[in-house]
């Protein structure tokens, strides 16, 4: 069975930085993408970046690029998500998700929410000003 769990959120100040965690079972990161998404209030899920089995290229949404970094531990079963420079509207419960197997479009949709097929249950990360 394909489980995944997601911490390390938490109230945090704008400017200040978190690593978020995602434990993993019942799959290897070679099978397909592993991803992090996340939903403010009122609005839709987001992905936020991504890693194919292949590993030659990390996705990252615009919003995000050069303020995160995603990476992978294969002998824990664990992937992180290192943010810093934490803004105000990175306010969001964080998800992390797993597609299983890659499915036709990734190469032209990574961060697709609906492609993934396996969710954790989020974790809520409050920044405040």
């Known amino acids: 069975e394909v489980q995944l769990q997601a911490s390390g959120g938490g109230l945090v100040q704008a400017g200040g930085s978190l690593r978020l965690s995602c434990v993993t079972s019942g799959f290897s990161f070679d099978d397909g993408v592993i991803g992090w998404f996340r939903q403010a209030p009122g609005k839709g899920r987001e992905g936020i970046s991504c890693?194919?089995?292949?590993?030659?290229?990390?996705y990252y949404t615009d919003s995000v690029k050069g303020r995160a970094i995603m990476s992978t531990d294969d002998a824990k079963k664990t992937f992180y998500l290192q943010l810093t420079r934490l803004r105000v509207e990175d306010t969001a419960v964080y998800y992390c998700a797993a597609q299983i197997p890659i499915g036709e479009d990734f190469a032209y949709t990574p961060l697709r929410a609906p492609s993934y097929n396996y969710w954790g249950q989020g974790t809520q990360v409050t920044v405040s000003s």
């Open positions: 890693i194919a089995s292949s590993r030659d290229k990390k």
